[in-house]
Structure formats: structure tokens, C-alpha cells
């Protein structure tokens, strides 16, 4: 359908599956201090050239028109976003636009300990620091050269600054991180985390994705539940506009009482049938799905006459192409961009 014969929206955002999208991720770079074996790959990779990166004022007007659209959480993300210069500026902008409830970050932590106190100030309240093992040398192979010292010294600023219900995102991985999943658990539960299990999922075609890395929801419960008893916790259908998490918590022994939560794009048949999320690349362009290549440019947009009007029909248009389902597990149809690009 030609653009201009789309209709303009109507408050709020719902997909043809009835869907409202009220979240939105944002890449704010596809720049990775790190290189996670799961996510990135070393070379043949195509960066997107600075002057196709949104500026923070284009950033900030872009997640702006999606809040007058009902979006009311935003995360930001990357690559790692915490690379990219002035993001408190950013943080702060997005935190004042009315209908924004959260903005939330999604990082490596490695720059944390600097930014933490000016992150907070700004209005950040959510974060999300990726750790997928607890052995200093693993994690420096995981993520090739990473440091997880420093990520530990960033957990304890961010705390300092204030925030409070930080999660840990790991990758469970089989043949990496198998035998540890139910000390992470500990080590999060031990410094007042929230462990977060995510199922690999196989983007931009990395051998590490291969099947047999793959270890599914019901594993990775099983194995924890060898060292904590876990009982089901939560809604029903465990998706909240927070997120895509499902949460356990232990029953019994001395972390009683605490949650973790496994997200499973891989096993869980409903896990899109609820998804309230669109995502900007850090190419400028919008995606209605992580798992589907189809994009939207947003930057050509916000550049052109009228943007406002012009991005309320793209909008519309990527919204309108979101599939009720992501077709990942049919290695025909895995999506070959970059996680780092798209925004994980
Ligand atoms: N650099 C930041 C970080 O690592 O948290 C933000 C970007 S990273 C792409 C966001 C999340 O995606 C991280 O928790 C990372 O572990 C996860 N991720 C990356 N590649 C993945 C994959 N193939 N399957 C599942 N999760 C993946
Ligand atoms: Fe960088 Fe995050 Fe990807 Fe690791 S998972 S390479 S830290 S973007």
C-alpha cells in the first residue's frame, strides 16, 4: 500500500492481532565494547556509517511521537548503549515526554560505574545488566575480552545511585554456562539481583547459535531446581507490559522468597501472542518484530518535510507488518541481521 494511502492512527497503537504496542527498545548504537560470541560477529560486519546514527535530539523526538501514541516504556539499548556519548541527556529528554512511565536500560555494565549517578539523576529507574557467568575467565571468553570486575564495581555505583530491582540478563548456554546457571542464580540472589534466563536465540548467524547451544526453558528450570525448590509466580500468561519474563520464586532454604525469571522466545509456543513491542534499530530504522528483518527507515523520515505527520504513518505501516509470530525456529527464516544493530 502506498504511503500516503494509509490512514493516520488512532490512539492507541494495536496491531492487526489486537496487540497495543506500548514499549518500545531502542538501539542507540550498534558500537559494542564487548564482542559476545552469541551476538556479535568479529568481522564481515557491516557498521552503520555515523551519519545514519539519529542524533539525541532525533532519538528523543522519534520516541516522543511513539509516547503520544501510547507507548509508555522505553528501554534503551544496543549494542552497548552506555558508549554512546551524553545518554543521561537522552534519559533525561525521554523521562520528561508525557505518557513515559519508564525509561529503562538494558547494558553491559562495563562503563557503569561512571555513568550510574548522572544515568539515575536523569530519570533512568530500570536496568538490566547482562551477565552470563560468574567465573572471571568465562566471562572474559564469553564476551572476548570482557571485564567482570568492572561490571561487578558498575552493580555496586548503580546501587549507590539508587537503583533498586536491578536484573541480570544471562544467556543460558549449553556447553558454556550449563553447570553454573544455579550458582548465578545465588551469586544475584546474594547481592539483592533479579536472574534472568534467556533462551539463545539464533540471530545473525553466528556458529555459536548453533541447535545444540540451545538449552530450553524446561532445562534450565531443571536445573535449578536441583539446588532451589521453585514454584510459578506471576500472571497466569506471565507477560505484563513490563516484559517478556516469566517468574519463579524459591519456596524454601535461605533465598526463600526470591524471583527469577526465564524467558523463552525459543519454547514457548504463546510468547508472541502477547507482544507489546516495537523496536528502533541503530540504523534508524523501526522493526515491529526482533526475529523479523522487515524494516521501516525512520531516519529518511525524521530528516524529511513534516516529520511528525510522516512518522505517525510509518508507524503505522511497521505495525500493520508486525507477524503474529517470529519464525525462528525454521532456520530458513532466522533473521540475518546483527543483534547488536537491532537491539536486543
Ligand atoms: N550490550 C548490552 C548488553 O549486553 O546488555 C545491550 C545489548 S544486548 C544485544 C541485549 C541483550 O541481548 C543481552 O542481555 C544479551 O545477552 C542478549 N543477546 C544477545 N544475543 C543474543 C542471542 N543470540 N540470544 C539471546 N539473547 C541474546
Ligand atoms: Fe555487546 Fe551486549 Fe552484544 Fe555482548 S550482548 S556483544 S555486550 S551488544
Not at 542507540?28 to 557491516?46: A, G, I, S
Not at 543521561?88 to 513515559?100: K, N, Q, S
Not at 544515568?119 to 575480552?145: C, H, K, M, Q
Not at 539483592?192 to 545444540?212: A, K, S
Request: net charge neutral.
Amino acid at each position: 500500500m502506498p504511503a500516503d494511502a494509509l490512514p493516520v492512527l488512532n490512539e492507541p497503537l494495536t496491531d492487526r492481532f489486537r496487540r497495543r504496542i506500548r514499549y518500545l527498545r531502542v538501539s542507540v548504537t550498534d558500537r559494542c565494547n564487548y564482542r559476545c560470541q552469541y551476538c556479535m560477529p568479529l568481522e564481515h560486519w557491516e557498521r552503520v556509517p555515523r551519519h545514519d546514527v539519529l542524533t539525541l535530539e532525533e532519538l528523543a523526538f522519534v520516541v516522543g511521537v511513539f509516547a503520544e501514541l501510547g507507548v509508555e516504556r522505553v528501554r534503551l539499548t544496543g549494542g552497548e548503549p552506555l558508549v554512546r556519548r551524553d545518554l543521561d541527556r537522552l534519559v533525561a529528554a525521554i523521562a520528561e515526554l508525557p505518557g513515559v512511565r519508564e525509561v529503562a536500560l538494558t547494558t553491559n555494565g562495563h562503563l557503569l560505574d561512571r555513568q550510574a549517578a548522572a544515568l539515575y539523576a536523569a530519570g533512568l529507574r530500570g536496568l538490566n545488566v547482562s551477565i552470563d557467568t560468574v567465573r572471571p575467565e568465562r566471562f572474559a571468553a564469553i564476551t572476548r575480552g570482557g571485564d567482570l570486575g568492572r561490571v561487578r564495581a558498575g552493580l555496586d555505583a548503580a546501587r549507590a545511585a539508587g537503583f533498586t530491582d536491578v536484573k541480570v540478563n544471562a544467556v543460558a548456554i549449553r556447553g558454556f554456562n550449563d553447570d553454573e546457571l544455579a550458582d548465578l542464580a545465588a551469586f544475584c540472589w546474594s547481592e539483592d539481583l533479579v536472574p534472568r534466563f534467556i533462551e539463545l536465540m539464533p540471530i545473525g548467524d553466528l556458529d555459536f547459535q548453533g541447535p545444540e547451544h540451545v538449552l530450553t526453558t524446561g532445562e534450565i528450570l531443571a536445573r535449578l531446581g536441583e539446588r532451589f525448590p521453585l514454584a510459578p509466580d506471576g500472571p497466569p500468561s506471565g507477560v505484563t507490559i513490563r516484559g517478556p519474563a516469566r517468574y519463579h520464586r524459591v519456596t524454601a532454604g535461605p533465598f526463600a522468597g526470591r524471583k527469577v525469571g526465564v524467558i523463552s522466545p525459543m519454547t514457548d509456543d504463546g510468547f508472541c501472542e502477547t507482544c507489546n513491542r516495537a523496536r528502533l534499530t541503530a540504523r534508524g530504522g523501526l522493526r515491529a518484530c526482533l526475529a523479523n528483518d522487515d524494516e521501516v527507515s525512520v531516519l529518511q523520515t525524521v530528516r524529511g518535510d513534516a516529520p511528525r505527520e510522516a512518522l505517525i504513518r510509518l508507524i503505522g505501516e511497521a505495525v500493520q507488518g508486525k507477524l503474529p509470530a517470529h519464525r525462528m525456529r525454521d532456520p530458513a527464516t532466522v533473521p540475518a541481521s546483527v543483534m547488536t544493530g537491532i537491539g536486543g
